[in-house]
């Protein structure tokens, strides 16, 4: 069975952006490939947290993995500050990548274009971890959202010039980019991507957030002045998000829902979407709320970390002795 590897880092609460975008997806995967979800939260650690907030999401994004439909019977869910050769991994690839690549980043680019002297360094570094955590686990691919592809890409340059220095080593992976849902945007501003840190809360969906609450945002999206359920990303940019999300949540073709509401203009199609985001984030609320604080949780992260950790031990104790580190055996 091909490994599948990836995280979400624990700054924020969970968005309907990572529902579709990130956990969805790796529902479907779980059945097909050797699955590796983590909550990757050294990454918070690159802006300043507080720590009983950092906590709770934690344990709440270990919990929504679950509340999601990931069965740990197939995947392999764990904390990623748990098993520390993911740090350690991370400095012996800081050893093998450049300043200059870690400049060329566009999310370190833009995250540090008004102050860089108030960055931490960790920020600069991030995409080093983020191939640590990828190449432990030598997986065949790596599902991300677009804004991530980037960072694979370096985690496949890096494998490579450490397979080059030292003879192979690290699987070199594949980023995969989900089809649709890739980019979910901001509600009331359907150029910016959905996120936590929008400028209004109207903008996104929280999976925490109220039914009732759900339902009104839908019905408030930004749309256009015409009142065509018509997909056409340039010109209609919000009507366009709400059928990919329509779409993505329901099964049905962007065509299938278009010829549904000919002529029925924007109500109809948004009373119904608000239906289904409520119906299905209401479905993962109630899972959510079982679980939460059920020792089940804690369980399911103590074996998914048994099982990561031999693997991560294992890969990083025979990179120290390919580098030359330490004694030889
Ligand atoms: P983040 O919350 O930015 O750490 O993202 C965690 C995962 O969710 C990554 O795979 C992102 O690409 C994905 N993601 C975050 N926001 C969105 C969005 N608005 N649309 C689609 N995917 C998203
Ligand atoms: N950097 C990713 C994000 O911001 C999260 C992440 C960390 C990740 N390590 C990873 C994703 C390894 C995939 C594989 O969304």
Do not use: W
Not at 146 to 157: G, I, M, T, W, Y
Not at 236 to 265: C, D, F, H, R
Not at 293 to 300: A, D, E, G, P, V
């Amino acid at each position: 069975m091909q490994r599948m590897v990836s995280g979400i880092k624990p700054t924020g609460e969970l968005t309907l952006g990572n529902y579709i975008g990130a956990i969805k997806n790796f529902v479907d995967f779980q059945e097909k490939y050797e699955l590796f979800v983590f909550i990757a939260d050294l990454h918070a650690l690159t802006t300043i947290q507080d720590k009983s907030k950092l906590r709770k999401r934690i344990k709440d994004i270990a919990a929504f993995y679950i509340a999601c439909g990931l069965d740990p019977e197939k995947a392999t869910i764990f904390i990623q500050s748990e098993i520390p050769a993911h740090s350690q991994m991370s400095y012996l690839l800081e050893c093998t990548s450049y300043v200059g690549e870690l400049n060329r980043m566009t999310q370190y680019k833009d995250k540090s274009k008004d102050d860089s002297a108030s960055i931490q360094t960790s920020m600069f570094t991030y995409p080093v971890l983020m191939a640590a955590d990828i190449l432990l686990y030598d997986p065949d691919f790596v599902p991300v959202g677009d804004d991530q592809k980037q960072h694979v890409e370096l985690a496949r340059n890096i494998a490579e010039r450490f397979n080059s220095r030292n003879g192979e080593f690290f699987k070199v992976p594949e980023p995969v980019i989900p089809k649709a849902g890739a980019r979910i945007m901001d509600l009331q501003n359907p150029t910016k991507k959905m996120s936590k840190s929008g400028d209004t809360d109207k903008g996104y969906i929280l999976l925490t957030d109220n039914l009732n609450l759900i339902k009104n945002k839908i019905k408030s999206a930004v749309t256009d002045s015409d009142t065509l359920v018509k997909f056409d990303k340039e010109k209609k940019p919000g009507i366009s998000n709400l059928l990919t999300i329509y779409s993505v949540l329901s099964n049905l073709t962007i065509a299938e829902i278009e010829n549904k509401y000919t002529n029925q203009g924007y109500g109809n199609f948004k009373k119904d979407l608000a239906e289904i985001v409520a119906t299905q984030i209401g479905k993962i609320q109630e899972k959510y709320n079982q679980i939460i604080n059920s020792n089940k949780l804690n369980q399911i992260l103590d074996a998914g970390l048994e099982k990561a950790s031999k693997i991560a031990h294992k890969k990083i104790m025979k990179a120290n002795s390919k580098l030359g580190l330490g004694r030889k055996k």
